[in-house]
């Protein structure tokens, strides 16, 4: 049974402790870099038990620590499963509060509990006040560009920055004597140690897709919307252009800018969950794990991550071919023999995944695609399937070598005998910030980044008379 998740503080709390920072900051400037200094928590996630209809909320504070929805899983299995099946069709609702200050502007309609892209609209409650910067690192033309966005949201925009501790530790931004009063009043943090989670109004991102990406792994619970400022290789996630930072950043702090949402894959390892006999792993004629097989003294869950690209399941250094089981909603669908298999999100679905031959689709499709990498079967073709659905990756009880599973390319672990992965449709989407819209957005990097449907034309017959007919 997981531990309870401690209950997030209140927004007013929160934001009483930021409003008097800029205060204190406009009487007189810091002497010296402030530094992150928070305890590492566990961020809440309120599930969503119906199709997005009724949720868990945030604990209030004094409240009774309530009980989460896996261990209501754990322990009523007859239950949830009722419940369960009433609902899978249909993904978890997406929180629509990113971060302490930002949402979604409100709208009555909705078809199918699936927002309508064109409401997809940023708006704040309070104004920004925190902004976390992350620049790609080792990358010298970066620096010029990062000292200009921060000068800017410090001297004119008034705002808090937050930097990562190894980003403002540079030697050439070190030697740079005319950055050093902006450098003293940068924030900083270290990744693994800090916890800011609870106090980012609005991450800005300068660098390829690698940095939105880290910036999604930085929020296990609610992230704060991004803006991306393409500063790298291909950037097929960073719509915005640096030339004009300062009227972008204005039009996105005024509200109303458009949003995708990001769906992310909550992810959790479970160690040792499988009794591993011969009853258990023997074929039932409905392919359902009956419950009384299932070990759940034994079963751990050693990592829970929140991934918004792909989780990789692949043969590792072995030269034996991957045979992992894939089940859904606890129900085997089937084997994949080749070397591996990729569940991934549909932003993930231009990454990885389209290069094992998978479709593209679009971010705001609630669906999870499942990909095999070069299976040893011709008729085993990528699959979608809803958004709501739990899949569970085991390695099958005659695999000859054991499987091992990366998560957006980080974190990479060896896969035994008993464990398995759950994967299921996240309810903290990333709210990425649109240049245009959703639409033009997503296509016009189809056609940038990937070249999509890039050919030379056919010339049109300078005679009107038809080809059929002159031959006669």
């Avoid at 409100?106 to 309508?116: K, L, Y």
């Avoid at 931004?173 to 989670?197: H, V």
């Avoid at 070990?295 to 050693?302: D, F, L, R, V």
């Amino acid at each position: 049974m997981e531990d309870e998740p401690p209950s997030r503080k209140t927004e007013e709390g929160g934001s009483s402790k930021r409003s008097q920072r800029p205060q204190d900051r406009q009487g007189k400037l810091p002497r010296r870099r402030k530094e992150v200094k928070r305890s590492l928590r566990k961020p809440d996630c309120p599930e969503h038990l119906s199709g997005g209809s009724a949720h868990w909320l945030p604990e209030q504070p004094g409240s009774e620590a309530s009980v989460s929805v896996e261990d209501t899983a754990e322990s009523c299995p007859k239950r949830w499963d009722r419940c369960r099946r009433g609902h899978f069709l249909h993904g978890p609702y997406p929180a629509t509060h990113f971060g302490p200050k930002a949402c979604v502007l409100p709208n009555p309609t909705s078809v199918m509990h699936i927002q309508d892209p064109a409401s997809q609209r940023l708006t704040w409650s309070k104004p920004p006040l925190n902004v976390l910067v992350i620049r790609k690192i080792r990358d010298e033309t970066l620096l010029e560009p990062f000292k200009e966005l921060c000068r800017f949201l410090v001297e004119e925009k008034h705002l808090m920055v937050y930097v990562e501790k190894k980003v403002v530790d540079d030697g050439s931004l070190m030697m740079d004597d005319s950055f050093s009063a902006i450098r003293n009043q940068l924030c900083t943090f270290r990744e693994g140690y800090d916890d800011i989670s609870d106090c980012i109004d609005l991450i800005i991102c300068l660098g390829g897709d690698g940095t939105l990406l880290y910036a999604s792994s930085l929020f296990q619970g609610s992230v704060p919307p991004v803006m991306a400022f393409h500063l790298g290789s291909l950037g097929f996630l960073t719509p915005f252009k640096f030339e004009s930072f300062k009227t972008e950043v204005d039009k996105v702090f005024e509200g109303n800018a458009a949003i995708i949402l990001r769906s992310r894959l909550k992810v959790k390892v479970v160690k040792g969950m499988f009794q591993r006999n011969e009853q258990l792993f023997s074929a039932e004629e409905n392919g359902v794990v009956p419950h009384n097989h299932i070990n759940s003294e034994a079963g751990k869950i050693t990592l829970q991550l929140q991934v918004l690209n792909e989780v990789v399941v692949d043969r590792g250094p072995s030269s034996y071919l991957s045979n992992v089981d894939l089940y859904l909603d606890g129900r085997l669908i089937t084997s994949v023999q080749g070397d591996g298999v990729i569940v991934s999100t549909p932003t993930g679905s231009t990454a990885y995944a389209a290069a094992a031959g998978a479709s593209m689709i679009h971010p705001n499709v609630p669906a999870i695609m499942v990909t095999p990498i070069c299976p040893h079967s011709l008729s085993f073709r990528p699959i979608v399937v809803p958004a709501g659905v739990e899949l569970m990756i085991t390695l099958s009880p005659d695999a000859r070598n054991t499987a091992w599973v990366s998560f957006d390319g980080r974190k990479r672990q060896e896969i035994q005998h008993g464990d398995s992965i759950k994967i299921t449709t996240s309810c903290f989407p990333v709210p990425s910030i649109c240049c245009h819209d959703l639409v033009y957005d997503w296509f016009d990097s189809l056609a940038q980044c990937l070249h999509w449907n890039v050919r030379k034309k056919q010339t049109r017959l300078t005679d009107a008379s038809d080809s059929s007919e002159t031959e006669n």
